[in-house]
């Protein structure tokens, strides 16, 4: 993916939340953040994301600079998915009919190509039963991976997650990491915010540590899980790694 | 005890009550002269439906025209909804229409009282109607917003799509309810000389001097319609909790 991100700077009511920070990836396809509540992951990802403007600094994705106002970050937001820790699904519409909102709506397709395109990835995951069931209906996890599912039938350049698996209890977030890895290995980029730190290992082909609105520690898997040079990276690992 | 009987239990009490109530008065009934008056009744009846509805829908309109400039960032605007809210739900309909009806519309040569009638009971309930819609709007999560955005809908097609689904769900019970004040309110209208419900009954009784046999039937009159719609506000209510 190749992202590149210079002296990013965020507030809110006048808390910095992203101090300065840069970030530069690989050609990868996973990049997962990591670190302590409150060190601005999801704020970052929301900048990647295009939801947010940030009040300093510039993200380029593959070379390409992200938009600076709100038109330009619309058509952005077009070619990328968003998963958000809450599913925030529409409660008024079916499972299906979330799915097939954006691509009617946005990318316009038919009705009859909208739900040709949704009619394989229901199957695959397990959800063609449910498609007529409104969110409410549903379960977390069933939830959760319809809204993956939303995300990607749009077939976006990438995919952003904030922590997808948080409000999950353990077996619900197993389905829908399983559903991460498999979407990884069929080649969807990604960025994933999550303290499933096992995941991360696995899913990642890097990791950034975000703490104090920056990124303390950057690197492959490997080199983050052991002996990280940062001793707060390392103290961070070792308190929440069996 | 099953809820149906319950209120029927109580239905039956009440009516006993009145009817031992009424047996006490020493009143010689007289039905049969305000019967022959039943078609201007009738015609009144369907005045009052005809400008409820009429007013209905104006004041909707109204009400999301004065909804938006509550929630406006230009503090004119927002002045503007604010001051229009509070003068209206401050003050008592009684005055509001002899004020629109004598000064206001005779200024500008409005001279349909119907017309007028109905252009201030919109005005009225277009201040409940307001904050009605504020609330609904209001009662819709940002996360909502968020999501509407990341699927790279505009913001005409989120509200379109996302927001007002939502909200309409939210206050239709609440608008149910205001129909059934407005149906009340509508019998003000007769202060202005507008043939509706009350100002018939009000006539009969001149006539006829049946006092009782005048506004018993109103009152009845008015349950017809208010009762359904209180049924149906809370049907309304029943249903969409459920969705949410």
């Known amino acids: 993916m190749n992202l590149v991100v210079t002296d990013l700077t965020q507030r809110f009511a006048g808390t910095t939340v992203l101090d300065r920070l840069s970030l530069a990836t690989g050609d990868i396809r996973a990049l997962v953040l990591v670190g302590p509540s409150g060190?601005?992951?999801?704020?970052?990802?929301?900048?990647?994301?295009?939801?947010?403007?940030?009040?300093?600094?510039?993200?380029?994705?593959?070379?390409?600079?992200?938009?600076?106002?709100?038109?330009?970050?619309?058509a952005y937001r077009k070619t990328v998915g968003t998963v958000f820790q809450a599913y925030n699904l529409f409660p008024h519409l079916s499972a299906l009919d979330n799915l097939l909102l954006p691509l009617v709506q946005v990318h316009k397709l038919s009705a009859a190509a909208a739900r040709e395109r949704v009619r394989e990835p229901l199957?695959?995951?397990?959800?063609?039963?449910?498609?007529?069931?409104?969110?409410?209906?549903?379960?977390?996890?069933?939830?959760?991976?319809?809204?993956?599912?939303?995300?990607?039938?749009?077939?976006?350049?990438?995919?952003?997650?904030?922590?997808?698996?948080?409000a999950l209890d353990p077996e619900m977030a197993a389905e829908v990491l399983d559903m991460i890895q498999e979407l990884k290995l069929q080649g969807t980029r990604f960025v994933l915010v999550t303290h499933e730190m096992q995941f991360a290992?696995?899913?990642?082909?890097?990791?950034?540590?975000?703490?104090?609105?920056?990124?303390l520690a950057h690197g492959s898997a490997a080199e983050m899980f052991t002996n990280c040079p940062q001793p707060r990276v390392r103290a961070f690992f070792q308190r929440i790694l069996p | 005890m099953p809820r149906w009987l319950a209120h029927l239990l109580v239905v039956v009490l009440l009516a006993a009550l009145v009817a031992l109530a009424f047996a006490r008065v020493d009143y010689a009934w007289n039905w049969p002269a305000v019967w022959a008056y039943r078609?201007?009744?009738?015609?009144?009846?369907?005045?009052?439906?005809?400008?409820?509805?009429?007013?209905?829908?104006?004041?909707?309109?109204?009400?999301?025209?004065?909804?938006?400039?509550?929630?406006s960032k230009r503090p004119l605007l927002e002045a503007v909804g604010r001051v229009y809210v509070e003068l209206i739900r401050g003050t008592p309909l009684l005055v509001q229409l002899l004020i629109g009806f004598y000064v206001i519309a005779n200024a500008v040569g409005?001279?349909?009282?119907?017309?007028?009638?109905?252009?201030?009971?919109?005005?009225?309930?277009?201040?409940?109607?307001?904050?009605?819609?504020?609330?609904?709007?209001?009662?819709?999560?940002?996360?909502?917003?968020?999501?509407?955005?990341?699927?790279g809908l505009t913001p005409w097609q989120s509200l379109r799509f996302v927001i007002l689904p939502q909200?309409?769900?939210?206050?239709?019970?609440?608008?149910?309810?205001?129909?059934?004040?407005?149906?009340?309110?509508?019998?003000?209208?007769?202060?202005?000389?507008?043939?509706?419900?009350?100002?018939?009954?009000?006539?009969?009784?001149?006539?006829?001097?049946?006092?009782?046999?005048?506004?018993?039937?109103?009152a009845a009159g008015y349950l017809l319609l208010t009762l359904p719609l209180s049924a149906l506000a809370r049907w309304l209510e029943r249903r969409f909790h459920y969705e949410s």
């Open chain 1, 39 to 74: 060190g601005g992951k999801t704020t970052l990802l929301r900048i990647l994301a295009g939801l947010d403007l940030p009040v300093a600094g510039r993200v380029a994705f593959a070379g390409r600079e992200l938009p600076r106002d709100e038109v330009g970050l619309q």
């Open chain 1, 123 to 166: 199957e695959r995951f397990g959800l063609a039963a449910h498609a007529h069931k409104r969110p409410a209906e549903l379960s977390g996890g069933q939830k959760q991976r319809i809204a993956i599912l939303r995300a990607l039938v749009v077939q976006p350049a990438c995919l952003f997650l904030d922590e997808p698996t948080s």
């Open chain 1, 201 to 215: 290992r696995r899913a990642a082909d890097e990791i950034a540590f975000i703490g104090d609105g920056r990124v």
């Open chain 2, 39 to 71: 078609e201007k009744f009738l015609q009144g009846w369907l005045t009052t439906i005809a400008m409820s509805l009429a007013a209905l829908v104006v004041s909707s309109l109204i009400g999301i025209l004065a909804s938006l400039c509550l929630q």
């Open chain 2, 110 to 151: 409005l001279e349909n009282r119907y017309v007028v009638g109905v252009l201030v009971l919109s005005l009225f309930s277009g201040a409940y109607m307001a904050e009605i819609f504020r609330g609904g709007l209001a009662a819709i999560p940002t996360t909502q917003r968020d999501a509407a955005r990341a699927i």
């Open chain 2, 167 to 218: 909200a309409i769900r939210l206050v239709l019970p609440p608008v149910a309810g205001q129909l059934v004040s407005l149906i009340k309110d509508s019998s003000l209208l007769s202060v202005i000389a507008i043939a509706e419900f009350t100002l018939s009954a009000q006539e009969v009784n001149a006539f006829t001097y049946s006092t009782l046999e005048c506004y018993l039937p109103l």
